[in-house]
């Protein structure tokens, strides 16, 4: 309850700064859309390269304008993508992000089956002697997210992997501008390696 009042005042106010945006010009979303596919996959899907580049397909544009400024401000430290999101005016973060929610290609997978039922426990139920919350109140019980609450279906096990352990190092940069990554802060601290990897085996292979 605490989490959906929280988001809803960071998505208001995103949305308010929002006020420059324009019709994009056809021929310059497209070109756009075709740059970031070259690192997130033809079809949005996630690309495995020597880091893991996040499935964008389906995924809530809430999140990822959000996620967006997020690089942009350098409150989500990433090189790569500090350098591709601050050259993009408002009205093109909306028109990419309202594309991408629209694809929906099959999950790449790849997560270790045997854990993923072990997965699904996390996800549904949470680990209450370690004050993890379900997963499933947040991101939905199909994992598809909501505005602000990430999608996860789908998304690369070895992306999660990574997010989730390196949480602290990478989201929340900025301490002067707290931001929906303290929510998923103590979560994301409280799993533990094995748990992370079953959570992310059973998500990798939702649709
Ligand atoms: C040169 C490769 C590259 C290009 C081009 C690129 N990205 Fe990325 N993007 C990445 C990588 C790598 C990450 C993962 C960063 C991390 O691990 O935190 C990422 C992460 C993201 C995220 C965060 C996803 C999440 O689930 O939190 C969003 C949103 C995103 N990119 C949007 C875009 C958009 C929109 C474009 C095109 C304008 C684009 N990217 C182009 C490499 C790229
Ligand atoms: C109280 C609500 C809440 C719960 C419970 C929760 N999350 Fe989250 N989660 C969030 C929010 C909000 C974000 C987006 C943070 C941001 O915008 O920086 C997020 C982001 C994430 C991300 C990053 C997604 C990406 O594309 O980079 C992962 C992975 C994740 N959560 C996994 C989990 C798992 C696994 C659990 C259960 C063990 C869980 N979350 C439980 C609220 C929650």
């Known amino acids: 309850m605490l989490a959906a009042i929280v988001i809803g005042s960071f998505a208001t106010?995103?949305?308010t700064e929002d006020s420059g945006r324009g019709a994009i010009p056809k021929a310059e979303l497209e070109a756009k859309l075709s740059y970031c596919?070259?690192?997130h996959g033809l079809s949005g899907q996630g690309f495995r390269?020597?880091?893991p580049m996040p499935r964008l397909a389906g995924q809530q544009?809430?999140?990822l304008?959000?996620?967006l400024q997020a690089f942009i401000e350098r409150r989500r430290t990433n090189p790569v993508m500090f350098n591709v999101a601050h050259v993009?005016?408002?009205?093109?973060?909306?028109a990419l992000a309202?594309?991408?929610q629209t694809l929906n290609p099959k999950p790449l997978g790849g997560g270790s089956k045997e854990l993923a039922g072990e997965g699904q426990r996390i996800y549904e139920q949470g680990i209450p002697s370690a004050e993890v919350p379900p997963c499933a109140s947040c991101h939905g019980a199909d994992a598809k997210g909501a505005e602000a609450f990430p999608r996860l279906a789908g998304q690369l096990h070895d992306y999660i992997i990574s997010k989730l352990t390196n949480w602290s190092k990478e989201r929340g940069q900025d301490k002067a501008k707290p931001d929906n990554s303290d929510i998923m802060a103590p979560i994301a601290h409280n799993?533990?390696?094995a748990q992370i990897k079953a959570v992310a085996a059973y998500l990798s292979d939702l649709d």
């Open 37 to 39: 596919k070259t690192c």
């Open 13 to 15: 106010s995103a949305r």
């Open 88 to 94: 993009l005016s408002p009205g093109m973060e909306k």
């Open 61 to 63: 544009p809430d999140y």
């Open 191 to 193: 799993l533990t390696q």
């Open 49 to 51: 390269g020597a880091f």
């Open 65 to 67: 304008i959000n996620q």
């Open 98 to 100: 309202e594309r991408f």
